[in-house]
């Protein structure tokens, strides 16, 4: 079963239209790329899919069932997480209290009340683990103000980690970091298990062309091309509106 | 019956125009500034006691409408010049309860300068004969106000659409960094909107002087209503000030002509049920 | 690697921090009216631990959920004419006006609370204003339930038939147990990992709700956990005075109780307290300048959001690290 369909889906805003009529699988453990220049509607698909944003038409299927319209809270429910363009962290908390919240969310409700009055040890292991599938163990009593760019970066990998999640969704994972965080930050995502299935917008090409084994070329609002890693980069419409010009200001 | 609506009508009208007056300043200071000035109530009965002042030492009507809004701006200016202007960084809780400080002593002060007895000064020698309108004779002088706030309205809103400054102010609602980036003194902007949105919240005072009475505690009654007004109409929309000045300027006055029991709590309702329409099936809120 | 990982400090150190002051202050009170405290001070004690109780239940709202409410006196105020209107036509026993009171105020919470959280930031502040004062049009013309502007007069409470709370000493006890209960079940609420939540909530809501929390839910809750108190608070001040008035629910109330929080500082748990403690003194010393009494809080408004944004508390908490640093 696919992870994730997107069916004929559509958004404007007044009369202007961000998507139109945008098809998509992603199978499960596939990791695929949303690519395409700026105003295609990559963020806006992100954000639908995410449960951000309400779409005009069309339908969101997660393994299946039809989430159209959910909210991101309900969406995580269906084994969905996401990470934000721009950090979204509880700056004033420690990292450690960051993981910790994201964790506990599996562990709420009444029934989850119980569980945790028993598991507060399970919960510690549970932080620990991600802490350390991101490299951020060693500093997680430091409040996030303090921490350089690219660890934020990663603590907003590890938020979304933290669910467990069966999909987890990438909005430019790389935006705004060194060479160097980068290199860390694709080393730190191709270590994670393969059965994650992972949906990436990015930017930048290497980073799309090191992690993903699938590419969506956006254009206008409208899949321009779809298929995988080497079949994109052979692609000559790609290249005509996207790599192109991408090479040149290179 | 036809003479009762046609009577409480007017009046609604008259109303509702005194109001526009509050909420135009009120909405224009928060689409620029982000600021929620809870002390614009202040602004007005200041208007109005500078007016009595200026009315009591040259007995002239004229005098008194023109200098008193002059003065109210002067105060606004300077309380956006000398104190607000640090605080624009702040979150918007932080800017509620400075103003909402300046409110309270303003207030006081007020009390300490003009007395707690009810204030006024009669209407003009010019507008004091009534006009008959549909068989009944109607105070000129409330004609007028609504004539001003019909006015001021199409003048704001030809100003913020057609001049230079308006579009400097259409600009930095949108976007505050390109404005200043055009070699602009965004500062003096703001100063300017804020003194503009006090002094006609004063020039409402001095003007409603004569029909209302001025009295302590009136501030922050108009606040309140203001307040209603300007978030029913949409904080920042001149054109949403003006309808929404309309829609509860008639329905207090048909509430309280009809309904007096019940007539603010309608006022209250019809708040929260725009709010409620305006915020149910919104997208969640929006972060990238 | 796995010892590396330093957790931070457990709540567990909280008892002995809080926990053991706020005993040693509970029993000192407890003692004052056995060692002569002055009738007038107790029931200054009394009033400060009522209105205590009040701003606690807003910074529920305020300091840990993020929500600006100016409209919480409404439950106050609901909560004291829920009692006094069950004590003057059915019974005045206490076993069941007060757990009815408290009902009421909640059941009143749950719809005002569900349509409220849906909006945010100054909506959310108009829309429980707009609440509170329907509540305050409500009391003030239902002349036939709730007396209108005369007020209503309170029968004298009763347990189980028998007369109790009658002197001001009794009444003394009661508040100060009442409130000691009330406040250690907030300290567990908000220390919990339902607190953690909230402050979440706070910090950050689009990922609140990214990393799979029903925020909506939440704010519910805190919403309706706020109002609960400010009903015990109203029951307690209804009590106290054996009389209700339209202007315990009236938005002065609510801006006043928001006064407290703000100057006590709403990012500490005492906050609230010192607050309650520092307004209502003030109110006692300036009594016969009431008149000007606006000035006064007009003028703590200004100084606190140019100087002190952290409020009392918060300097006090400044001073006290600066002199530690400076002792090694």
Redesign the interface.
């Known amino acids: 079963m696919t992870a994730i369909r997107v069916d004929d889906l559509s958004k404007s805003y007044g009369h202007f239209s961000a998507l139109a009529s945008v098809n998509l699988t992603v199978e499960p453990g596939e990791r695929r790329a949303v690519i395409g220049p700026n105003g295609a509607g990559k963020?806006t698909l992100f954000?639908i899919i995410?449960?951000?944003?309400?779409p005009t038409s069309g339908d969101i299927y997660v393994y299946g069932t039809k989430t159209t319209g959910l909210?991101?809270?309900?969406m995580?429910?269906h084994g969905l997480?996401?990470t934000?363009?721009?950090n979204?962290?509880?700056?004033?908390?420690?990292v450690?209290?960051n993981v910790?919240?994201?964790c506990?969310?599996?562990?709420?409700g009444w029934a989850g009340f119980a569980a945790?009055r028993s598991n507060v040890s399970a919960l510690?292991r549970d932080i620990?683990d991600v802490?350390?599938q991101v490299k951020l163990?060693?500093i997680?009593?430091a409040q996030v103000t303090n921490l350089a760019y690219g660890a934020q970066r990663q603590l907003e990998v590890a938020?979304?980690l933290?669910?467990k999640p069966k999909i987890l969704l990438l909005?430019e994972p790389t935006a705004g970091m060194s060479p160097a965080e980068t290199e860390a930050m694709l080393s730190m995502l191709s270590r994670l298990p393969r059965d994650i299935t992972m949906l990436i917008v990015e930017h930048d090409m290497d980073v799309v062309f090191s992690i993903a084994d699938a590419i969506t070329v956006l254009n206008l609002g409208e899949v321009l091309a779809d298929g995988s890693r080497d079949e994109i980069r052979a692609n000559e419409d790609v290249g005509a509106v996207y790599m192109g010009r991408q090479r040149r200001e290179a | 019956m036809l003479e009762f609506l046609t009577v409480q009508s007017l009046n609604g009208l008259v109303y509702s125009m005194v109001l526009f007056l509050l909420a135009l300043g009120l909405s224009l200071t928060f689409g620029l500034l982000r600021v929620v000035n809870l002390a614009h109530g202040a602004f007005f009965l200041m208007g109005a006691y500078f007016g009595t002042t200026v009315w009591g030492l040259t007995h002239s009507f004229w005098a008194a409408v023109v200098i008193a809004p002059l003065g109210a701006a002067l105060m606004g200016g300077l309380l956006e010049k000398l104190w607000l202007q640090r605080f624009y960084v702040r979150d918007e809780l932080d800017q509620v309860i400075l103003t909402f400080g300046f409110a309270l002593v303003f207030s006081d002060l007020m009390k300490v300068l003009w007395g707690k007895d009810i204030r006024g000064f009669p209407t003009p020698s010019a507008f004091s004969g009534a006009v008959e309108i549909a068989n009944i004779s109607f105070p000129s002088y409330r004609l007028l106000l609504i004539l001003v706030g019909v006015a001021l309205f199409v003048i704001t809103w030809l100003a913020i659409e057609r001049t230079r400054i308006g579009a400097l102010i259409r600009a930095s609602v949108a976007d505050r960094v390109m404005v200043s980036g055009l070699g602009f003194d965004i500062r003096l902007l703001f100063t300017i909107v804020f003194a503009f949105g006090t002094g006609i919240a004063g020039l409402a005072g001095v003007l409603g002087a004569p029909i209302m009475g001025i009295y302590p505690g009136l501030d922050f009654e108009v606040l309140i209503t203001t307040l209603i007004v300007v978030v029913v109409g949409g904080l920042g929309s001149i054109a949403g000030a003006f309808w929404a000045s309309l829609l509860i300027g008639m329905a207090e006055t048909f509430g309280k002509a009809l309904v007096p029991e019940v007539a603010s709590f309608i006022i209250f309702a019809l708040m929260a049920g725009v709010l409620l329409i305006r915020a149910w099936g919104r997208d969640e809120e929006e972060v990238e | 690697m796995t010892a590396e990982v330093i957790t931070p400090r457990r709540a567990g150190s909280y008892p002995i921090r809080i926990g053991i002051p706020f005993a040693v202050v509970m029993l000192l009170l407890a003692i004052g009216p056995l060692v002569g405290l002055p009738k007038f001070l107790q029931s200054l004690v009394v009033e400060i631990l009522t209105f205590s109780l009040l701003a606690l239940s807003l910074n529920v709202l305020l300091g840990y959920t993020g929500l600006v409410s100016l409209g919480h006196a409404a439950f106050f105020g609901v909560g004291g004419y829920a009692l006094g209107i069950i004590a003057s036509r059915f019974t005045p026993d206490i076993a069941i006006t007060l757990p009815a009171a408290i009902a009421a105020t909640v059941l009143l919470a749950i719809p005002v609370g569900w349509l409220s959280i849906r909006l945010s930031g100054f909506y959310f502040l108009m829309i429980t204003f707009a609440f509170a004062q329907m509540v305050f049009v409500a009391a003030f013309r239902w002349k036939r339930l709730t007396g209108g502007s005369d007020g209503l007069i309170i029968p004298a409470p009763t347990l189980f038939g028998v007369p109790v709370l009658q002197g001001s000493q009794q009444f003394y006890f009661f508040t100060l147990a009442v409130f000691a209960i009330c406040c250690v079940a907030m300290f567990a609420v908000v220390h919990s990992q339902f607190g953690r939540t909230l402050v979440g909530i706070r910090e950050n809501t689009a990922r609140m709700r990214a990393i799979g929390y029903n925020v909506r839910r939440y704010k519910l809750a805190a919403f309706l956990i706020g109002a609960a108190f400010s009903g015990v608070a109203g029951v307690l001040n209804a009590l106290f005075n054996l009389f209700i008035a339209p202007e315990s629910a009236h938005w002065t109330q609510s801006a006043l109780v928001l006064v407290m929080v703000l100057i006590g500082g709403a990012g500490f748990f005492v906050g609230p307290i010192v607050g309650t403690a520092i307004v209502i003194a003030l109110q006692y010393w300036l009594s016969s300048y009431t008149e000007y009494w606006g000035l006064v809080l007009g003028l703590l408004f200004i100084v606190l959001i140019s100087g002190a944004r952290e409020g009392v508390t918060g300097l006090l908490v400044q001073i006290y690290r600066r002199s530690h640093r400076a002792t090694p």
């Open positions: 963020s954000n995410a449960g951000q944003r309400l909210r991101p809270d309900a995580w429910t997480s996401r934000f363009q721009r979204q962290l509880f700056k004033n908390l420690t450690w209290e910790e919240l994201a506990a969310a599996r562990y709420r945790r510690e620990v802490l350390e163990a060693h997680s009593s938020l979304a933290a669910g909005d």
